[in-house]
């Protein structure tokens, strides 16, 4: 139990340290979290910029084409010829398809939607709304400037076709119509398709409300946009899902509000290195703090709690009183300095306990003997009074004068008896209970000379009696029997007597019981013995019983506690007549009749 307890102390003492650098590190492990989420920003926002920056570089050609057709139909759309109209515009428009096969047309619309002039002859046109998706005409009519618009279905190559348009203003500054030009979607999506992009990436050319022009993977563009852009061309961070992979794409302006360019990238290959980062930032004060704690785990084991238990077992067999233990100099050796200096101040303070207790030890053995000797000498002047009594109870002719001296002479027994154990025993604080009653009654059967009809037996428990108590005790023991042998046995009568002392519940109940006539009223008085027996049980502070005992005979019963204070209650004459309590006044009364 003691080296449970001893382990369990330790692992506290090391459980709190681990609670102490822990609440240390808190600080840093917090820092650390918090400057994680801030790196984690900072590489979202270097992840954005980079997809801007790739977008704008990847579209730097579709940029350049969509630059030059715009510089190329202002400039057409400047030709006096186109401005005319006529035959003279048509073959403008033809020399400029020539030089420039990526267009599919060039056309000159007047004001109502109708073909002025074309490189290419347009079909028959009954009204000047028979377009096929006019609204790019009517938005290009009212534009200051260079639009473009798609996917819109072309007249002359009969299938969608993107379409770029300027204004044509006359000689007099009024707009006259709208040039305009398509171009294949074959051709924007082979341009897109050879741009240098990797497998795990995505470029795209698209228009608002997330209108997909043309993509190096068409099928995960249509995934990743399914739900359309938000904000396109605002170069902000989106993400998306296409093909069970988790993407993350910009946009940039190519033309501003109508045709913007993308950049996807799959995250993992984006955020690798920034979500490692951001694992590390976490577990690292994880970390710190779990190495923290086995160093202290293991340090503290080795460096304290291993000396601490040692020296707890030194201190253990210095409380058994071996103070020749000594703590071991290969125990000690690699300890902190603090645990070597207590162990040297157990082995001092285990060299001056020992030297007192030497010395406690010689006075208590110098006084122990000294009080033997009293023992040893108050028993030796008791035997010679009681020597004194017999001979005077022999000397007197006088039969009451001898019973009385012989009365007196068992009473001084009974003290004697008490300071021959005192004198033969080591412990001078108590007395063994059994053995004291078991020579006052063989004491006591010789002195009286009724063995042969009258046997005195002793049951008594074997426990350590006080020294205060055993006088009393012993007298009160002596005053009951004497009573019976005198009393209880007229005429020759037989029998026994019994003396017993139990302990009860911290309590001793001492008791003297015969088997002899009882408490019939034909005996002389014994006022005087049944004064004594009250007195000694007022003086051991206990509750005296006199009752009349099955089958014949009385029982003298006194209870009293072990730990009672001493009082003053001794009979000081013999003529004394102490009160008696309620319930035995009565039967005493008729013990003092006998």
């Known amino acids: 139990m003691e080296r449970e307890t001893t382990r369990g102390e330790a692992s506290d003492l090391r459980l709190r340290m681990i609670a102490i650098v822990a609440t240390a590190l808190l600080p ?25 920056e790739w977008a704008r570089t990847t579209a730097q050609s579709e940029q350049q084409f969509i630059a030059g057709a715009e510089s190329a139909l202002e400039a057409l759309a400047a030709q006096p010829a186109v401005v005319r ?6 073959s403008v428009l033809k020399s400029a398809l ?9 056309a000159h619309y007047d004001r109502d939607g109708r073909v002025v002039c074309s490189a290419h002859a347009p079909p028959a046109q009954k009204s000047p709304f028979t377009l096929h998706n006019p609204d790019w005409f009517r938005i290009a009519d009212n534009a200051d400037g260079f639009t473009i618009f798609g996917p819109v279905y072309g007249e002359i190559s009969r299938a969608e076709v993107l379409r770029a348009a300027a204004p044509i203003v006359g000689e007099d500054g009024s707009r006259v119509g709208t040039l305009a030009f398509s171009i294949s979607f074959d051709w924007l999506e082979n341009a897109i398709a050879a741009s240098p992009v990797a497998r795990n990436e995505l470029f795209a050319l ?3 409300g997330g209108v997909i022009l043309a993509a190096t993977s068409p099928e995960t563009a249509r995934q990743l946009f399914a739900r359309g852009m938000s904000d396109p061309g605002a170069e902000r961070l989106d993400s998306g899902v296409a093909n069970g992979d988790r993407w993350l794409y910009a946009s940039t302006n190519l033309i501003e509000g109508q045709l913007f360019a993308v950049f996807a990238r799959k995250e993992g290959a984006l955020l690798a290195s920034s979500r490692w980062s951001l694992i590390f930032d976490l577990l690292l004060p994880l970390i710190a703090v779990a190495l923290a704690s086995l ?16 020296l707890r077992r030194i201190a253990a067999a210095y409380a058994k009183g071996r103070y020749s233990v000594q703590p071991a100099p290969a125990q000690m050796r690699n300890a902190p300095k603090e645990l070597r200096a207590l162990s040297d101040d157990l082995s001092e303070m285990a060299r001056a306990v020992s030297e007192r207790d030497q010395a406690l030890r010689l006075s208590l053995d110098q006084k122990t003997s000294l009080l033997r000797e009293i023992h040893h000498r108050v028993k030796n002047n008791l035997q010679i009074v009681m020597s004194l009594l017999s001979l005077q109870a022999r000397a007197s002719p006088n039969p009451e004068v001898s019973g009385a001296l012989d009365q007196a002479n068992a009473r001084i027994n009974a003290l004697a008896a008490v300071h021959r154990l005192l004198h033969d025993t080591d412990e001078q604080s108590t007395v063994d209970a059994r053995r004291l009653l078991e020579d006052l009654c063989d004491e006591l059967g010789k002195a009286f000379g009724y063995r042969d009809r009258i046997a005195i037996e002793c049951d008594a428990e074997s426990f350590a009696l006080p020294t205060n108590a055993a006088g009393p005790a012993t007298l009160l023991a002596v005053e009951g029997i004497t009573n019976a042998l005198r009393h209880g046995f007229p005429n020759g009568r037989r029998g026994s007597v019994v003396v017993s002392m139990k302990k009860r519940n911290g309590a001793a109940a001492l008791s003297v019981a015969d088997d002899g006539v ?3 009223p034909n005996g002389r008085g014994a006022s005087t013995g049944m004064s004594l027996i009250s007195a000694f049980a007022r003086q051991l502070d206990g509750t005296l019983s006199i009752r009349a005992r099955n089958g014949g005979g009385v029982i003298i019963e006194v209870e009293f506690p072990l730990d009672f204070e001493e009082t003053d209650t001794a009979p000081h004459a013999e003529n004394a007549e102490p009160s008696l309590p309620p319930d035995v006044s009565s039967l005493a009364a008729e013990m003092r009749r006998r």
């Open 28 to 52: 840093v492990a917090v820092l650390s979290v918090f400057l994680g989420i801030e790196r984690q920003k900072r590489d979202h926002d270097a992840a954005r910029a980079r997809l801007v």
């Open 85 to 90: 109209g006529g035959k003279g515009c048509e």
């Open 98 to 106: 020539e030089a420039a096969p990526e267009y599919l047309n060039f």
């Open 206 to 208: 698209t228009k608002p």
């Open 295 to 310: 160093a202290i785990w293991f340090g503290a084991d080795r460096l304290i709690t291993r000396r601490v238990v040692y």
């Open 518 to 520: 009882g408490l019939a």
